[in-house]
């Protein structure tokens, strides 16, 4: 049988087939040792007597004639033999297999909650079980999560079309508005809109970070802080919010763009949820292996517990005593992302008097000959 012709068979065939073609090559192999040395006793036997009786005295055995002919025989019945037990062995074997096969149909067809739970002795097919059973988990968390993050999304866009819509039906439908109602609906319509527009930034820019890296050029953390800051002094004058830096050299490799979106949300964060006469404290700064920017900010008590749900979509910390939530919950999510494309750890903290500190360690950028730029 050909090499192709056997590769299209199925693999219990296949099994089957190897098994017999190796208990048939050892009776082969068996019938050859045992022949040879029979057959050179028989050669050097005395004419006119029998290698048997040579070797036996007067008991008279079977002759190699004899033993060939029924060792002949032998092979040929252990041909069928060989082949049924190859069948139920290979079988046997590739049960586990079917039933993994069966099951991921099935999580493939939609059901998610399903698992192989592969049970009895710990071998390859039941690792392989189990690695499988913790894709599926896997995947289903991340299914979970875009569900929810789809839906949250879209109740997010969703609120502020409603809100224009009222407000627009509300003018139209006023007999006695004047110039000045329908300029105040105009302005209010225009602050729903970039309102609106500020959110579906907001989402390009998380999907653009958790879409992955599109480029990796070394850059220095203290420079981009330096450049975010500059663009958010006034708002942190304006608000009562010390400004502090603490900005040293912190090279690391990454998509300029990302990391700067990551260092504005984080400051942006800092400023948004602290208090009047509060602080902001950002600094950068390389250990040896790492290029860390560290950003901290007095503000409203966040428990332990609570950390790191904020870094999710659409968590927002609980609304204000005038009942207002700040922000859209994004943030803190794109810092995550961000994260997460450069193979940057991150770690929180929630100190007991309030505030959030927040450390990324990026790694440092690979030697000028490894630095890849992907367009």
């Known amino acids: 049988m050909t090499p192709g012709r056997l590769a299209g068979r199925s693999l219990q065939t296949r099994l089957a087939l190897a098994y017999a073609a190796g208990v048939y090559a050892a009776g082969v192999l068996a019938l050859v040792l045992v022949a040879v040395p029979l057959a050179g006793v028989d050669a050097a036997a005395p004419v006119g007597r029998s290698a048997s009786s040579t070797t036996g005295g007067t008991v008279h055995g079977v002759g190699l004639p004899h033993l060939l ?22 079988g046997r074997f590739l049960r586990p297999l079917r039933a993994i096969t069966a099951t991921a149909r099935s999580i493939s067809a939609g059901d998610l909650h399903r698992r192989l739970d592969l049970g009895g002795p710990t071998d390859e097919l039941t690792e392989l079980g189990h690695t499988l059973d913790d894709l599926f988990a896997r995947l289903q968390a991340s299914f979970d999560a875009q569900r929810h993050f789809v839906a949250n999304a879209s109740h997010e866009l969703r609120t502020p079309l409603a809100g224009l ?7 139209l439908a006023d007999p006695g508005a004047d110039t000045d109602t329908l300029r105040a609906a105009c302005r209010e319509a225009l602050c729903l809109g970039r309102h609106q527009e500020r959110l579906v930034t907001a989402l390009l820019a ?13 850059l220095d953390l203290a420079h981009v802080a330096e450049g975010v800051l500059a663009s958010r002094r006034d708002r942190a004058k304006d608000s009562g919010i010390d400004l502090a830096e603490h900005l040293a050299p912190a090279m690391t490799a990454g998509d300029p763009g990302l990391v700067e979106s990551l260092v504005a949300n984080l400051v942006d964060n800092a400023l948004r949820h ?12 390389s250990d040896g292996t790492r290029a860390m ?3 901290t900010n007095s503000g409203p008590v966040v428990p332990g517990d609570q950390v790191q749900r ?3 979509p659409f968590q927002r910390m609980a609304p204000d005593r005038n009942g207002r939530r700040e922000g859209y919950g994004l943030g803190l999510a794109i810092v995550a992302a961000v994260a997460r494309a450069h193979d940057a750890g991150l770690t929180t903290g929630a100190p007991p008097e309030g505030g959030l500190c927040v450390t990324v360690r990026f790694p440092h950028p690979p030697p000028p000959g490894r630095v890849r730029r992907r367009g």
Do not use: C, Q, Y
Request: aromatic residues 4%.
């Open 274 to 285: 602290n208090h009047p006469h509060g602080h902001v404290e950002i600094t950068t700064r």
């Open 206 to 218: 998380l999907a653009t970070s958790e879409r992955g890296i599109s480029r990796r050029d070394t």
């Open 310 to 312: 904020l870094f999710h």
């Open 165 to 171: 819509r009222t407000l627009l039906e509300v003018a």
């Open 69 to 90: 002919t029924g060792s002949a025989v032998a092979l040929v019945v252990l041909v069928p033999v060989a082949l049924a037990l190859g069948w139920l062995v290979a």
């Open 293 to 295: 920017l560290t950003v």
